[in-house]
Nanobody, 121 residues
Framework: QVQLVESGGGLVQAGGSLRLSCAAS????????MGWYRQAPGKQRELVAD???????KYADSVKGRFTISRDNAENTVYLQMNSLKPEDTAVYYCNANILRLGFINSLNYWGQGTQVTVSS
Protein backbone atom coordinates (compact mmCIF):
# COMPACT_ATOMS: atom_id res chain seq x y z
CA GLN A 1 0.00 0.00 0.00
CA VAL A 2 1.34 3.41 -0.99
CA GLN A 3 0.00 6.69 0.33
CA LEU A 4 0.69 10.30 -0.55
CA VAL A 5 -0.03 12.71 2.26
CA GLU A 6 -0.16 16.42 1.52
CA SER A 7 0.09 19.36 3.86
CA GLY A 8 0.55 23.12 3.76
CA GLY A 9 -2.55 24.47 2.06
CA GLY A 10 -4.58 27.33 3.46
CA LEU A 11 -5.83 30.86 3.01
CA VAL A 12 -3.43 33.63 2.04
CA GLN A 13 -3.70 37.15 0.69
CA ALA A 14 -2.63 37.98 -2.83
CA GLY A 15 1.11 38.44 -2.98
CA GLY A 16 1.68 36.01 -0.14
CA SER A 17 3.43 32.66 -0.03
CA LEU A 18 2.62 29.07 0.86
CA ARG A 19 4.65 25.89 0.87
CA LEU A 20 3.04 22.56 0.07
CA SER A 21 4.55 19.24 1.08
CA CYS A 22 3.74 15.71 -0.04
CA ALA A 23 5.26 12.63 1.54
CA ALA A 24 5.02 9.17 0.01
CA SER A 25 4.92 6.20 2.35
CA UNK A 26 4.74 2.46 1.89
CA UNK A 27 7.01 -0.27 0.58
CA UNK A 28 8.62 1.79 -2.17
CA UNK A 29 11.46 0.70 -4.40
CA UNK A 30 11.82 3.92 -6.37
CA UNK A 31 9.94 7.07 -7.32
CA UNK A 32 10.22 8.48 -10.80
CA UNK A 33 8.38 11.73 -11.44
CA MET A 34 6.67 13.63 -8.64
CA GLY A 35 4.45 16.58 -9.29
CA TRP A 36 1.67 18.92 -8.34
CA TYR A 37 -1.61 19.39 -10.17
CA ARG A 38 -4.48 21.72 -9.35
CA GLN A 39 -8.17 21.88 -10.05
CA ALA A 40 -10.25 25.01 -9.71
CA PRO A 41 -14.06 24.87 -9.54
CA GLY A 42 -15.53 24.16 -12.95
CA LYS A 43 -12.14 23.58 -14.54
CA GLN A 44 -10.10 20.57 -15.51
CA ARG A 45 -7.21 19.38 -13.43
CA GLU A 46 -3.96 20.86 -14.76
CA LEU A 47 -0.27 20.27 -14.23
CA VAL A 48 1.39 22.91 -12.08
CA ALA A 49 4.91 21.51 -11.91
CA ASP A 50 6.75 18.22 -11.89
CA UNK A 51 10.23 17.01 -11.09
CA UNK A 52 12.02 13.89 -12.28
CA UNK A 53 14.22 11.69 -10.12
CA UNK A 54 17.29 13.29 -11.69
CA UNK A 55 16.06 16.76 -10.78
CA UNK A 56 14.78 18.11 -14.09
CA UNK A 57 11.67 20.23 -13.70
CA LYS A 58 8.71 21.41 -15.73
CA TYR A 59 6.31 24.25 -14.93
CA ALA A 60 3.03 25.54 -16.24
CA ASP A 61 3.52 28.90 -17.94
CA SER A 62 1.15 30.53 -15.46
CA VAL A 63 3.42 29.75 -12.48
CA LYS A 64 6.91 30.13 -13.96
CA GLY A 65 9.02 32.47 -11.93
CA ARG A 66 6.65 32.31 -8.94
CA PHE A 67 6.55 28.61 -7.97
CA THR A 68 9.46 26.28 -7.27
CA ILE A 69 9.22 22.51 -7.07
CA SER A 70 11.82 20.45 -5.22
CA ARG A 71 12.14 16.98 -3.78
CA ASP A 72 13.97 15.11 -1.07
CA ASN A 73 14.64 11.65 -2.47
CA ALA A 74 15.80 10.28 0.88
CA GLU A 75 12.47 11.28 2.45
CA ASN A 76 10.28 10.49 -0.60
CA THR A 77 8.91 14.01 -0.32
CA VAL A 78 8.10 16.68 -2.87
CA TYR A 79 7.60 20.37 -2.10
CA LEU A 80 5.99 23.27 -3.90
CA GLN A 81 7.06 26.73 -2.82
CA MET A 82 4.46 29.20 -4.03
CA ASN A 83 5.34 32.91 -3.99
CA SER A 84 3.54 35.99 -5.30
CA LEU A 85 0.26 34.13 -5.14
CA LYS A 86 -2.67 35.41 -7.17
CA PRO A 87 -6.41 34.86 -6.74
CA GLU A 88 -6.35 32.75 -9.90
CA ASP A 89 -4.06 30.29 -8.11
CA THR A 90 -7.02 29.32 -5.92
CA ALA A 91 -7.67 25.59 -6.37
CA VAL A 92 -7.37 22.20 -4.79
CA TYR A 93 -3.77 21.11 -5.21
CA TYR A 94 -3.04 17.42 -5.70
CA CYS A 95 0.25 15.60 -5.33
CA ASN A 96 1.08 12.95 -7.91
CA ALA A 97 3.92 10.42 -7.98
CA ASN A 98 4.94 7.61 -10.28
CA ILE A 99 6.06 4.87 -7.92
CA LEU A 100 7.60 1.45 -8.34
CA ARG A 101 6.73 -0.71 -5.36
CA LEU A 102 9.24 -3.22 -4.06
CA GLY A 103 8.67 -6.59 -5.75
CA PHE A 104 6.67 -5.16 -8.64
CA ILE A 105 7.64 -4.75 -12.29
CA ASN A 106 5.52 -1.80 -13.36
CA SER A 107 5.26 1.60 -11.72
CA LEU A 108 1.89 3.19 -11.00
CA ASN A 109 0.60 6.72 -10.61
CA TYR A 110 -0.62 7.64 -7.16
CA TRP A 111 -2.56 10.71 -6.04
CA GLY A 112 -2.82 12.53 -2.76
CA GLN A 113 -6.13 13.53 -1.25
CA GLY A 114 -5.78 17.19 -2.22
CA THR A 115 -5.21 20.34 -0.22
CA GLN A 116 -7.12 23.59 -0.65
CA VAL A 117 -5.25 26.75 -1.51
CA THR A 118 -7.30 29.95 -1.40
CA VAL A 119 -5.83 33.31 -2.38
CA SER A 120 -7.89 36.35 -1.45
CA SER A 121 -7.67 39.62 -3.36
Amino acid sequence: QVQLVESGGGLVQAGGSLRLSCAASGIIFSIHAMGWYRQAPGKQRELVADIRSGGSTKYADSVKGRFTISRDNAENTVYLQMNSLKPEDTAVYYCNANILRLGFINSLNYWGQGTQVTVSS
